[in-house]
């Protein structure tokens, strides 16, 4: 192929994803509960890694409107949201797993990857993820696999369902 035509039809191809209507809603429902965060600082270094998956105050990036980067944020947002949401705690439908939470930051399973280069600022020292951690657990209790988990249930403030 040409390397005029191969542009034209990138080109073509680009402007016609941008008709799939998948990742233009960008809804922020409103806050319904809270957590009591156990200091302001858990809560801000939530703010920067955690809370635009994982809260209803999504803030929204130019290029979250772009297709094909438009797809991937919404899917991030909406599944983040349904698995943890800081926005709807105490909601009595799905799961909200704040116990999670550290064991995630600890694993470096949470902020995703793929999240970081565009968000510098989630991007946590090995301090602030300690100190993180910490926090979340002060906050949400910690899912300890195999071990109490259970015997703890409906005193930590979490309402998973597993
Ligand atoms: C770019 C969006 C994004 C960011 C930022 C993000 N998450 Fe997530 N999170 C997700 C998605 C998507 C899932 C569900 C898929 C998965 O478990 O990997 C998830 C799942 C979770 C879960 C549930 C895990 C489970 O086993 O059910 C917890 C807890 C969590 N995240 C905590 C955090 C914390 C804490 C931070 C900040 C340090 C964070 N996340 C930052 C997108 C995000």
Known sequence: MKPLKFLMGA???????????????HKNPPVS?????DSPRTSELF?????????????WPWYSSVAPASWLTQFDVSLGRSKFNVSE???????????????????????????????????LTAEEKVELAKGLVATFGEDKPGGAKGAVKGKDGDNDKD
């Open 47 to 59: 703010g920067r890694a955690c809370k635009n998956c994982h809260s209803n105050e999504t803030v």
């Open 89 to 123: 705690w105490g909601r009595t439908t799905g799961e909200n797993e704040g116990d999670k939470a550290a064991g995630e930051v600890k694993e470096g399973q949470m902020p995703p990857f793929i999240y970081l280069p565009a968000h510098p600022e989630a991007k």
């Open 11 to 25: 080109a073509i191809a680009l402007a016609a994803i941008q008709l799939v209507p998948y990742g233009r809603d």
């Open 33 to 37: 509960g809270e957590p009591k965060w």
